[in-house]
């Protein structure tokens, strides 16, 4: 079974506006990856957050983790067409556990 | 790009049959984990090796075998082949894979095998 849940599983919005997509997990973790894939291509690996940490950012990119909650965001700002892909949650150490992923959308 | 390479990109084969998927590890990175993504199943961990030595086990088939070479690039060897085998097989690399908790794992473009 999947460790984590993306929430929706599908987006669609418009360029300039933003993106926030959830992740949910069951068991305790040590840190949350957040990954993009583009149609049918290789994973590229975003953001790491450690379970100490609460919120980190890079570049138009903040995501958050609330351990009380099993629960992580990852808000992109300001999307725009290139940011159409489908993003995963991912836990785990050497077994990266993914969710089943939200596709988003960025229409012109 | 991540650095880490694979071969073939795409492979076409036939039922019953054996295929093998290459894969270098960026430049230092001692693991090397291959992962499959079928529609049904999502994306699913299969093995790692760490420095030649198998680390992980996933939900790796008997029928598929991997091993690590001296030069650390990988091989996945898929035997037995069936239709629900069609997938696309990614392999990742990391530094680390020693049991340090925090570190990326850094994918390669992956090999999409179809199976007829």
């Known amino acids: 079974s999947q460790q984590g849940e993306e929430d929706p599983q599908a987006l669609s919005i418009q360029e300039g506006e933003n993106a926030t997509m959830n992740c949910s997990y069951k068991?305790?973790?040590?840190?949350l990856q957040w990954y993009r894939q583009n149609s049918g291509r290789g994973l590229v690996h975003l953001i790491l957050?450690?379970?100490?940490?609460r919120e980190k950012h890079s570049g138009r990119l903040r995501v958050t983790l609330d351990t009380s909650k099993k629960s992580s965001s990852l808000l992109i700002t300001a999307s725009r067409a290139a940011d159409t892909a489908s993003y995963f949650c991912?836990?785990?150490?050497?077994?990266?556990?993914f969710g089943q992923g939200t596709r988003l959308t960025i229409n012109p | 790009d991540s650095g880490v390479t694979q071969t073939p990109k795409h492979l076409i084969t036939a039922t019953g049959q054996r295929v093998t998927l290459r894969c270098s590890p960026r430049s230092g990175d001692l693991s090397v984990y291959w992962y499959q993504q079928s529609l049904d199943q999502g994306l699913q961990f299969l093995i790692q090796y760490y420095n030649g030595e198998e680390r992980a086990k996933g939900n790796i088939l008997e029928r598929f075998s991997a091993q690590q070479f001296p030069d650390l690039h990988s091989e996945l060897n898929l035997s037995s082949l069936e239709l629900g085998d069609s997938a696309l097989y990614f392999c990742?690399?990391?530094?680390?894979?020693?049991?340090?908790?925090?570190?990326?794992?850094?994918f390669g473009p992956g090999t999409r095998l179809t199976v007829t």
């Open positions: 068991t305790s973790i040590n840190n």
């Open positions: 957050i450690r379970s100490n940490e």
């Open positions: 990742a690399s990391s530094v680390d894979g020693g049991g340090a908790p925090h570190y990326e794992q850094y």
């Open positions: 991912a836990t785990g150490a050497q077994k990266l556990v």
